[in-house]
C-alpha cells in the first residue's frame, strides 16, 4: 500500500513505514512559539533544564504577534522573557515589526515540504500549503522538543477533498472554506490529515491556499495539504534559497474518504454567531445593522485580501467602524506600494500594524456588550474580542461591502 502525504512526511522524519495510527517519533525541523503562550514554555523550559541547551537554535524560532507593541506591563514582561531567552540560547527572534508568526516563517524561508514543525498557536497548520506538517501542541511537548529535538506523534488518517470550478466575482477562498465548515461541521475532521485537490486548488495562489488551510482547525483536522503550485514553489524556493521538491502521494495511497465539491455556483458565505460552522449565505442574513469590520488574521491579512477590499472600498465611505491589519510587515509595504493604505484611510477606515490583531481580545477594537462585528477571522465564539458582543465570520468581499452600508451585504450588489 502507497503513502499519503502526511505519512511520506512522517516516514522521512522517523525514518520507518508508518500507517494511520500508528504511535512515531519524529525529528523536529522547527519549534516556533508566540509572545502568547512562549513565555509559559520558557519558564517551563528553564524549571526542567535550568542552563541547558536547546537541540538547535536555528531550528528554534520565536515571534511576537499578539500584542505588539504590549500595551499593559505584563505583556511587556513575557516579551522581555522571550528576548532574553533568545539571547541567552541564540535562537531566533523576530520581534513586534513582523507580524503573524507563521506568515512570518513563510516569509523568512523557514518552512518547506517535508519539514515537521510544532508551536503554540492552533493555527500552525495553515503551513501544510508548503507541505510542511506543521501542528499546535502544549507546553511540556515544545519543551521537549527544545531540547532534544524530537516529538512523538500519531499518524493521522487522510481525507481527499476534490474542489472544481470557477466561482463568481465576489466569491472567494474564505466562502469555499466557510461553504467546508459548515458542510463537515466542527468536529467533522477530527484529527484527519487533508489534501485538498481539483482545478479550483490547482489555479489558487499562495493567499486564497492559506485563508483554506487556516480553517482546517475549525473542523477539527490536523492539517490540511495542497500540492505546491509553479506559484508557491516559486515563493518558497525565492524565501529559502533551496530547491522545492513538491510531495505526491502515491498511486495507491489510502484515504478513508474522498468528498467532491463544485463550486461554480457557490454564494458569499457566513459564519453566525457563535460557531464557525454556523454557516448560511449571505443573502439569508443580509440587511442586519453592523457596528464594526475587522479586516485581517492569518486566515485573510494577506495582499490579495486587501486588494479585494481596497476594490470595493475605493471611492466610498463606511458607516462602520472598520479596521483593517495586514498579516506582516511585508505585506504592508506591498499595500503602501499599491495604494491600498491610502484608499482605506480616504474610505474611513483605521489601518493597524501587522498583527494577529481581532482575532483575540489582547487587541485595540474590542467589542461593547451588545455591538456585531464582521470578522475575516476563523472563530467567532462568544467574548472573543468582547464579552455580550456578536461575530459574524466573513471573506474580506463581504466585510468591505458591508462596511460601506453599516448592514450585512452581498459584495455582488456593489458591482
Not at 193 to 203: A, H, L, M, Q, T
Not at 256 to 263: P, T
Not at 378 to 403: C, D, F, H, M, Q
Amino acid at each position: 500500500m502507497g503513502s499519503t502525504i502526511i505519512e511520506k512526511i512522517l516516514e522521512k522524519a522517523s525514518g520507518k513505514k508508518v500507517a494511520p495510527g500508528d504511535k512515531v517519533w519524529a525529528k523536529i525541523d522547527l519549534v516556533a512559539m508566540r509572545d502568547f503562550g512562549g513565555p509559559n514554555v520558557i519558564l517551563k523550559y528553564e524549571k526542567e533544564f535550568d542552563d541547558e541547551p536547546v537541540f538547535d537554535p536555528e531550528k528554534i524560532a520565536i515571534t511576537f504577534d499578539l500584542h505588539i507593541p504590549p500595551r499593559q506591563i505584563k505583556e511587556a514582561e513575557n516579551q522581555k522573557i522571550c528576548r532574553e531567552f533568545a539571547r541567552k540560547k541564540g535562537v531566533k527572534l523576530f520581534d513586534i515589526n513582523h507580524g503573524i508568526g507563521q506568515h512570518t516563517l513563510l516569509e523568512n524561508g523557514l518552512v518547506k515540504p517535508y519539514d515537521v514543525i510544532i508551536g503554540t498557536d492552533s493555527h500552525m497548520n495553515l503551513l501544510g500549503v508548503a507541505e510542511a506538517f506543521s501542528t499546535g501542541v502544549g507546553i511540556t511537548d515544545i519543551v521537549t522538543a527544545m531540547r532534544y529535538g524530537k516529538l512523538w506523534f500519531r499518524v493521522p488518517e487522510t481525507v481527499k477533498i476534490n474542489i472544481n470550478g470557477k466561482p463568481g466575482e465576489f466569491v472567494t477562498p474564505k466562502d469555499v472554506i466557510l461553504h467546508l465548515v459548515g458542510y463537515f461541521g466542527a468536529d467533522g475532521l477530527s484529527y484527519k490529515s487533508v489534501e485538498f485537490y481539483g482545478d479550483f486548488i490547482e489555479n489558487l495562489g499562495l493567499d486564497g491556499r492559506i485563508t483554506i488551510a487556516s480553517m482546517v482547525t475549525e473542523m477539527d483536522g490536523k492539517i490540511g495539504f495542497m500540492i505546491p503550485n509553479a506559484e508557491v514553489i516559486n515563493f518558497l524556493k525565492e524565501k529559502t534559497g533551496k530547491e522545492i521538491k513538491p510531495i505526491s502521494p502515491d498511486k495507491d495511497a489510502e484515504y478513508i474518504e474522498s468528498y467532491d465539491f463544485d463550486i461554480s455556483n457557490l454564494e458569499p458565505m457566513i459564519s453566525c454567531p457563535h460557531s464557525p460552522d454556523n454557516v448560511k449565505a449571505v443573502r439569508e442574513v443580509e440587511g442586519k445593522e453592523i457596528d464594526q469590520v475587522f479586516i485581517g488574521s492569518c486566515t485573510n491579512g494577506r495582499i490579495e485580501d486587501l486588494r479585494i477590499a481596497a476594490k470595493i472600498l475605493k471611492g466610498k465611505r463606511v458607516k462602520a467602524r472598520t479596521i483593517i491589519t495586514p498579516s506582516t510587515t511585508e505585506v504592508a509595504k506591498q499595500a503602501l506600494r499599491e495604494g491600498l493604505i491610502e484608499v482605506f484611510l480616504e474610505s474611513g477606515a483605521v489601518v493597524t500594524n501587522p498583527s494577529c490583531a481581532l482575532c483575540t481580545i489582547g487587541h485595540p477594537g474590542v467589542l461593547a456588550k451588545g455591538d456585531v462585528t464582521l470578522s475575516t477571522s476563523n472563530r467567532n465564539y462568544p467574548g472573543k474580542i468582547g464579552k455580550g458582543g456578536e461575530i459574524y465570520l466573513v471573506s474580506p468581499a463581504t466585510a468591505a461591502a458591508s462596511a460601506i452600508n453599516g448592514r450585512i451585504t452581498d459584495p455582488r450588489d456593489m458591482r
